[in-house]
């Protein structure tokens, strides 16, 4: 038992950077719907990013910076077929 613990621990040893570079930050990763049909609820997102940011204007969790990396859904509202526009309009017309 003894044995299988340090040889878990041996790499934080013969690598010390690895095990640091844990310490430095801490990583979240967040996916909002910026833009598109949804992107009222942006407004979550954009308070998620100010309240990292403070966390990290105050010193971060334990002295450890947190990367916020936030990124958009990117949906995109399907456009309007020229066939189906068409059949519309015919139907549509009196």
Do not use: C, Q
């Not at 038992?1 to 621990?9: G, N, Q």
């Amino acid at each position: 038992m003894l044995r299988r613990s340090l040889l878990a621990s041996a790499p934080a040893f013969l690598f010390p950077s690895i095990a640091r570079a844990a310490d430095d930050e801490i990583k979240i990763g967040n996916i909002m719907p910026y833009s598109g049909p949804a992107s009222s609820l942006s407004e979550v997102g954009k308070a998620e990013t100010a309240y990292m940011k403070m966390l990290n204007d105050r010193g971060g969790i334990n002295k450890r910076r947190i990367n916020f990396i936030t990124s958009t859904t990117a949906i995109v509202r399907p456009r309007r077929s020229s066939t189906h526009g068409g059949w519309l309009s015919r139907t549509t017309s009196p």
